[in-house]
């Protein structure tokens, strides 16, 4: 696979903020390596900006990939 799942190869932030960041990047390189084609991503944007349940689904992968990367920063506490 050509492209980084993990920008930088590493979940290690310094702030929530970038966190969440990371987390909406992170769920958009997977929706990229699971269709590679361009043309056809633009295509089914359309179809899942019109479907609240298809918006949601998305809304779960980033909170999913958010709580992987507190996780790892120890909920940002020192």
């Known amino acids: 696979m050509s ?4 920008p ?9 903020e970038e966190g969440r960041a ?4 992170m769920a958009r390189l997977i929706v990229k ?5 361009a043309a056809i ?3 089914l944007r359309e179809i899942y900006s019109q479907n609240a ?3 949601l689904q998305t809304c779960q992968i ?3 990939e958010f709580a992987t990367i507190a996780a790892a920063n120890n909920y940002w506490r020192n």
């Open 41 to 43: 991503r633009e295509d």
């Open 8 to 16: 930088n190869n590493s979940l290690i932030v310094a702030t929530p």
């Open 53 to 55: 349940g298809m918006l």
């Open 62 to 64: 980033v909170a999913t």
């Open 33 to 37: 390596a699971a269709q590679p084609d």
């Open 3 to 6: 492209s980084d799942l993990i």
């Open 22 to 25: 990371l987390a909406m990047k």
